[in-house]
């Protein structure tokens, strides 16, 4: 069975600060994906990472695949107060009926100060 | 082109009513998964639909829930006989194709949800 899991759950931030977000998967995975949540509303689709090695970037965001180390990261570079709300990643299922599947880590609530 | 569609957004139940979500996907979509997401918490995949054929379920609750997903309208998913544990946040997610192919053809994308109180 596919397990994700984030770290840190919490993460609290200052402006103009860098960090990263972890996302370790269990087993093998064809795709990975990161969405961003804020209160009360969707899921929006940041980044999908679908081989070994892919490294995508948009603004301040950069998401990168390690498949070997079934690793996931999302860095954030000099944070600032808009990128606060939570991040999950997902990983997809591979192969058998249930192909394209999510199953989603627990999420990570990022919060940045002034 | 207009996303994927939910309604209602918001529902409000009492103990032992019926439920009824509705999720429209996006046009040329014939993949559809629900997914729950209990306060603070991740979204838990419940089951996956193509159109008049439920391929797997293994995410939903034994009793109480189903889904459908008929050759017209939208896909629905009832819950009957609501208890205070299913006030959660429902999402609906469709998909253009699914396969072995590694493109992002097999994206899914996500509804606005609807949210599910039961008094």
């Known amino acids: 069975e596919l397990k994700v899991e984030q770290n840190p759950l919490f993460l609290s931030m200052q402006e103009g600060k860098n960090y990263t977000i972890y996302c370790n998967y269990s087993?093998?995975?064809?795709?990975l994906y990161w969405y961003r949540q804020d209160p009360g509303k969707s899921l929006e689709s940041l980044f999908v990472?679908?081989?070994?090695?892919a490294v995508k970037q948009e603004g301040r965001l950069m998401a990168s695949l390690d498949t070997k180390a079934r690793l996931s990261t999302l860095h954030i570079t000099a944070a600032v107060h808009d990128l606060s709300a939570t991040y999950f990643c997902?990983?997809?299922?591979?192969?058998?009926?249930?192909?394209?599947?999510?199953?989603f880590g627990q999420g990570t609530i990022l919060t940045v100060h002034p | 082109n207009a996303g994927v569609m939910q309604n209602p957004r918001h529902l409000v139940r009492r103990r032992g009513q019926e439920a009824r979500l509705r999720c429209s996907p996006m046009?040329?979509?014939?993949?559809v998964y629900w997914y729950r997401q209990l306060p603070e918490e991740g979204l838990k995949f419940m089951v996956y639909?193509?159109?008049?054929?439920?391929?797997?379920e293994s995410g939903m609750p034994k009793e109480r829930f189903s889904a459908e997903f008929p050759k017209e309208g939208p896909s629905i998913l009832r819950i009957q006989q609501v208890v205070r544990g299913d006030s959660a946040a429902y999402f609906c997610?469709?998909?253009?194709?699914?396969?072995?192919?590694?493109?992002?053809?097999?994206?899914?994308?996500f509804g606005p949800g609807t949210r599910l109180t039961v008094l």
């Open positions: 997902a990983a997809c299922n591979a192969g058998g009926t249930s192909y394209g599947k999510l199953t």
């Open positions: 997610a469709s998909s253009l194709r699914i396969g072995r192919i590694r493109s992002s053809y097999n994206e899914q994308f």
């Open positions: 087993t093998t995975s064809d795709r």
């Open positions: 639909l193509q159109k008049e054929n439920i391929i797997d």
């Open positions: 046009k040329g979509h014939s993949h």
């Open positions: 990472l679908l081989s070994n090695g």
